[in-house]
């Protein structure tokens, strides 16, 4: 049996693979994934749920040239990230019956945060 840090690094490998073949940025790492888990308090970001294992959810779908990057990558309940696909956060989110403006303001600071830091080292 896989240790559960052998199947996060395994995930995140292919979440890379998958970024590099549509040749974008890839730089989440697996202490990246744990920041991301621990700011989200281990829960589902979307609809507040404490599951055993969290998927990645892109904020930004891969299939829209979204990054596998700190700040687009948010931990999500399976149920969540299937529902949500390759939907625009902004119109998927607040249709959902479990949506919460607190927990919306929370991911939108925390995707936002490290838009501002990305654009600052670009520039």
């Known amino acids: 049996r896989q240790t559960e840090g052998a199947k996060i690094l395994k995930r995140i490998s292919r979440q ?3 970024a590099l073949k549509r040749q974008l940025p890839a ?6 994934w744990l920041f991301v888990l621990s700011e989200f308090g281990n829960k589902c970001c979307y609809c507040g ?3 055993e294992v ?5 904020f930004i779908p891969v299939t829209k040239y979204g990054e596998y990057v700190m700040g687009n990558i948010l931990p999500s309940c399976p149920r969540c990230n299937t529902s ?7 119109e998927w989110y607040p249709r ?8 919306e303001k929370k991911i939108l600071k ?5 838009q501002i830091i990305q654009q600052r080292v670009l520039f």
């Open 27 to 32: 730089t989440l790492t697996a202490e990246d």
């Open 49 to 51: 749920e404490e599951v």
């Open 110 to 114: 925390f995707v936002n945060q490290f």
């Open 16 to 18: 890379r693979r998958k």
């Open 84 to 90: 949500k696909l390759n939907h625009d956060f902004f």
């Open 96 to 103: 959902q019956p479990y949506y919460s403006k607190l927990r």
């Open 54 to 58: 969290l998927t990645q959810d892109h």
